[in-house]
C-alpha cells in the first residue's frame, strides 16, 4: 500500500473515492479506515491524499512509485 496523493484531475475509479462505502461495495481493496471511509487520509493545498491498495481494480492504477534513479542506484551503464 502507498499514500498518494489525488488531484480532482486524476481519475478515480468510477469517480468513487477510495475506501467510501460505495467504492467497497464496488469492489475497493483500499483501507477504509485508513481513508476515513472515503474522506482520505489527509488534505494539503487542496489536495487529497489516500491509502491505496497496489492490488486495489478501482485505484490500483493511481499508484505512484518513485522514480528509483532519484536513489543513486547503479544502472545497466554502469561498471559494476
Known sequence: MT????SQNMQLGACLDPGSASAY??????????????????????IDYYVLATDCPLHG????????????WPNEEDDL
Open 3 to 6: 499514500i498518494t496523493p489525488i
Open 25 to 46: 461495495a464496488a469492489g475497493c481493496q483500499c483501507p477504509r479506515r485508513d481513508n476515513h471511509h472515503g474522506d482520505g487520509m489527509f488534505r494539503h493545498d487542496r
Open 61 to 72: 492504477h493511481l499508484v505512484e512509485y518513485p522514480d528509483i534513479s532519484d536513489f543513486g
